[in-house]
Every structure is written in structure tokens, then in C-alpha cells.
């Protein structure tokens, strides 16, 4: 991106922010409108669960009463019908009615008629007639034994609407005997729906299946008897149900009510429970009136703080410009150089990278640009970095020169140097990292060629006798902390001098390597260490092995080089090229006072041992227990 187009971004930017602030307030008053009407329509919800609760528990309730009053009616039914109406028999039947309607508060009347509509018990007037009557006329003329439920009426006895259930009982010949009859009251339905408090202008009404209302709580003198047939509980299709939930405007008191209906399944009643809407909705209006009042009052600081960022948004464009000219200074001064030169920001992302990173880490700088600028970095050396990045941020220190691993894209990785400087706005405050980064491996390379070197015998390529006293010394603290053994050979050639007298220097140095070359095939273990001790001797470091086992390494070493089949005519004790092998073992930790020296000791008196038994053999020696008080008295 070039300045000019730089500088057009800056000039949109006002607009863009403001266009973003005006967004963000629409968005916020949505989603708050979006939310308190979900909230509105959850405590409908709420309202049509307990709505349907109380319409159920209700309805269950009228079932039972008129259940009751079956099974007593069934049970004078069987009565007559098997005592006949005599006088005595109803004189006992009248007693034991009014003993139940005194001992059942929703029972309103008990009543047994005679076949041609006559009272034959009944706690009020007697002589009139109920031929008349819907319930009787049915049973009159229909031979069915079951239970009917008739249509609300009004008492002959107080005037109180009741609804009836009534059984028909035969003469013995068969024939129609009359009906026995049991009513329950309005106002006991009406008391007992007063007790459901569910809400100061609530409602719960019982209704016959025509629309005739049998009770109503409140104003149940008012509203019983009345017909609501031509609303829409009893008129649209879709209400016709056994439940649900119905929003309506009561034809009784103009309400708008959230009421949940329940049609028995056995009798034909309806139970409406209501709660008038706008009550249940008050809390909610209160409560989403007040947060609106807060998004609002949020909204408006939120078009405050725009306003403001957009100023200075006006403000800053002028420094953006001279920002982008030193970035371009400093891009020049980047891309010239052929060291890796990078920006890395507080978030310790690269903002910027120089395009010499190809070169460096084999990656172009449009790859490398917003990516952790850390991620290269080998495991072992990130935390030691992360650590310098950490205290440059925090302004602890300004500058910090580090050596690192880094993954390359074509490599395994390389070896990076790199010198790091905080950079600062006009305030002081640190605002991220400039790091110029060079490739370094060969150095490292060399590096590590000469520490090789100091530990390596350059005429065998095994460990020098520098690097095998420093692994005794590790290998015995070792065995001292595990309480294991350590064991020791001291190989020396035959008489090599004498070797190197007939043979030359040049075929000394190849005999010694193929010597070396035998006692390295046979440290197999990632423990063991073979090293060039001094001149044409040899040392194998055998940690966690017994006398046994060194024994029988030696012995296998002591084997090879004579069955390598090196010439030497000089050697009294075979034609060819032998070793004396001594070897020795102990257990540091037996031995408190003792130091390395004396398992070194012990393995070369093996090997003098082995030499003065004329060559070419194996001599181990005792337990170096046994050999210090022989070193300590000499």
C-alpha cells in the first residue's frame, strides 16, 4: 500500500466510525427490544402453564364430586330395586339420604322420584311434580342404566342453580320405577374456586356443554345461569379440543384475559380458568420499562464516546500521515539490509518483515506478517526468549542481543542472533519490538566442531582422556546416588613400542585405530563410554555392571584383537597383535572415603597383573574394598 492510498483509508475512517457507533446503537436497542419481547412472551407462556394446571385440577375436581355422588346413588338405586318403595323402605332411604347430605358439604339435595314425577324423599316440598323435567323424560324413556348429567337448573327447594346426576331404577317386572337424583350447588363450586389465588382479576368458570355457566368465581350470583354459547370457546372450530390455551375479551366484563379451557372427558362440562392480561403483564412493564430506560441511557453515552473518537479520529489523521512517512523511511533502511529486520507488536504478532526473510528462514515476508513472531523458536530456547520479550514489553529493559534456534522452511532450522530494541510512543509507553536477526549456523557449526575436538581423540575418534575423566566422575556420582556398580577395563597393546620400532609410525596409528575400532563396536549400551587413555592404552567406562559381566566384555574384546589377525612378529606371545586387558568393579556406595582414583587404580594393577602374566589375557581384580588398604599402606 502506498501513502496515497494510506491516506485515503485515513480520510474514510471518520465515517466509517461513525457509521459503525450508529450501527452499534441500532444494534443494541434491536436485540434489547428483541429480548424484553421475549420476555413478554415468556410470562404468557408461564401464565397458560398455570392457567392449564388450575383448569385441570378443577375440571378433575368436578369429575370427583359427580363421581361421589354417583356411587351414592348407585347404591340407593340397587336399594330400591330390591326393597321396593314401600314406605318402610323409603322412610329408611330418606334417612339415610339426609344423613349424606349433612356429612358431604358439596351435596345440595338428595331425591328419589317415583314413576309418574313425584317426590318420594325430599327435604323441601313434596307435592310438586317432575314429569316435566329433561332428566326424567331421558330416564323415562330410555332403558339405559347409566348415570345422567342434566342440564343446570335452578332449585326447587332454595332457587340455587344446581347440576344434576341422576340414575333410573326399574320396578321388578322391569319396568321404568322411577329416578333417583343427586344435585350439586353453585356456591360450592364458587367457594371452593376461591380458595386457587391466581390473580386479583382472575376468573374460573364451570360451564355446561351448551354454554349455560353452573359457576363462576367472582361474582357467581351475577354470571350463574347466564348462556355464553355464541363465543368463540363454543363457536370456532379450533377451540373444539379437549385443551388449550385461548386469549379472548370477556362478554362478561369487557376484560382481555390469557385463560386456558379443559372439556371433561366424562360429563359434559367445561372448566375456563383465566388471569386478565393486562395484570400479568403489569410487573413485566415496569420491569422492561426501567431496562429500556438503561439501554437508552447506555445508547446515548455510547453516541457520546462516538462522537468524541470521531473527532479525534479527525484529530489524528494529520499524525497518521507523518506516521506513514517514517514507516516508509524505515522500510527503505529494512529492505536494503541483508539482515532479517522485524516488528513485533504488543500482542507478539509481526507487523512487519523485511523481504531478506526468504534468505533467513526461507520464508517471505507476506507469509510471516501477522503470525506469532515466537512460533519458530526451538522449545528449549523459546522460554529464555519469551522471558527478554516479557521484560522489553513490560519496559523493564530496551535493549537485549539473544542466540536461538529457529525452524527454517527448506532446513531443519538454523541458528539466529538476533539484537532487540523496544520502540515507544510520544508518551514513553512501550508499543512494541524492532529485532534485526542474522544467520549464524555456521559459526554455531564451527563452535560445536571445537568442542568436539576437545573431547575427541583425533586419531581414534573416541573420547580423550579429558572426556573420560569427566564421565568417571559423572558415572560414579551416579552409581553412588543409585547404589549400583561400576565397572572399569584398562586394555593396553602388546608391545606396541617395538610395533612401532619394525613397522613404522604410519602402521602404529592404523593398528591403534583398528583396536579402537573393536573396543567401540562393543560399547553398546548408551551408558558406555570407550576413550583413548594415553598412547597404545584404552579405557572402557561400564556403568551399572557387575565383575561377571565386565569380565566377560573384556574377554570379548581381548578375542577380537587377536582374531583381527594384525601382524607382529615381534610379540613373544602370538604372531599377531594381543592386548592385556585388567578390569575392576566397586559400589561407590560401599565405599564413603573412596574416590574414582582407586577404581582406576585397581583396574591398572589388573592389567599390570595381566601383562606379568605374560599378555594376551584377562585379569580382574578383587573388590576395591579389598585393594585400599594394599594402596594406602605403599
Known sequence: MNVASQRTGWSRLPLRAAAFVVLTCVAILGVSGWREWAARDAVLKGAETEMANVARSLTQHAEDSLDLLDSGVVGVVSRLEMDGTGPITIAKLRTLLEARKKAMERVHSLAIIDDRGNW?????????????????????????????????????????????????????????????????????????????EI??????????????????????????????????????????GPSGAYYFKSLLDGAERVSFFKRSGRYPLVLLATVDKEELLAPW??????????????????????????????RGQRMAAALVEKEAHFRLLAEGSSDMVTRI????????????????????????????????????DRPHVQAVVDAMKRGDTDEARLTYRNAHRQKSEVWLE?????????????????????DITEQKQLETRLET??????????ANRRRFDERLNEEWARAYRDRSSLGLLMIDVDHFKSYNDEYGHPAGDACLRVVAKIIAAETQRVGDLAARYGGEEFAMLLPNTDAAGCARLGERIR????????????????????????????????????????????????????????????VMSGEVTDLLPKASGQ
Not at 453 to 460: H, M, N, Y
Not at 590 to 600: D, H, M, N, Y
Open 199 to 240: 390473580g386479583r382479576n382472575s376468573s374460573v368458570s364451570l360451564t355446561y356443554g351448551d354454554g349455560t355457566i353452573v359457576a363462576r368465581t367472582p361474582n357467581n350470583e351475577k354470571f350463574v345461569g347466564r348462556n355464553v354459547s355464541d363465543g368463540p370457546l363454543f363457536r370456532d372450530a379450533s377451540l373444539q
Open 120 to 196: 318420594l324423599t325430599s327435604p323441601g316440598t313434596i307435592a310438586s311434580t317432575l314429569s316435566d323435567d329433561a332428566f326424567f323424560r331421558h330416564h323415562q324413556l330410555s332403558p339405559k342404566r347409566e348415570a345422567y348429567v342434566g342440564h343446570p337448573v335452578k332449585s326447587l327447594l332454595d332457587g340455587e342453580w344446581v347440576i344434576t346426576l341422576s340414575r333410573r331404577f326399574d320396578k321388578p317386572d322391569g319396568s321404568f320405577g322411577g329416578v333417583v337424583l343427586a344435585a350439586i350447588g353453585s356456591r360450592y363450586l364458587s367457594h371452593f374456586y376461591e380458595q386457587f
Open 285 to 314: 412493564r415496569a420491569a422492561a420499562l426501567s431496562r429500556m430506560l438503561y439501554v437508552v441511557a447506555l445508547v446515548m453515552l455510547i453516541a457520546i464516546i462516538g462522537a468524541v473518537l470521531v473527532r479525534q479520529l479527525q
Open 453 to 462: 575436538l576437545a573431547i575427541e581423540d583425533s586419531l581414534t575418534g573416541l
Open 418 to 438: 538476533s539484537t532487540m530494541r523496544v520502540t515507544r510512543k510520544d508518551n514513553g509507553s512501550v508499543d512494541g519490538v524492532v529485532a534485526i536477526s542474522r
Open 345 to 380: 507488536g504488543l500482542d507478539e504478532r509481526l507487523r512487519y518483515v523485511s523481504p531478506s526473510s526468504s534468505r533467513v528462514v526461507g520464508w517471505r515476508p507476506n507469509q510471516l506478517i501477522g503470525t506469532d513472531a515466537l512460533a519458530g523458536i526451538h522449545p528449549e
Open 559 to 618: 578375542s577380537a584383537v587377536r582374531d583381527a589377525g594384525l601382524v607382529h612378529a615381534s610379540n613373544p606371545a602370538a604372531s599377531c597383535v594381543t592386548v592385556s586387558v585388567g578390569g575392576a568393579t566397586c559400589r561407590p556406595a560401599f565405599e564413603r572415603t573412596a574416590g574414582t582414583g582407586s577404581l582406576v587404580e585397581a583396574a591398572d594393577q589388573a592389567l599390570y597383573a595381566a601383562k606379568d602374566a605374560g599378555r594376551d589375557q584377562l
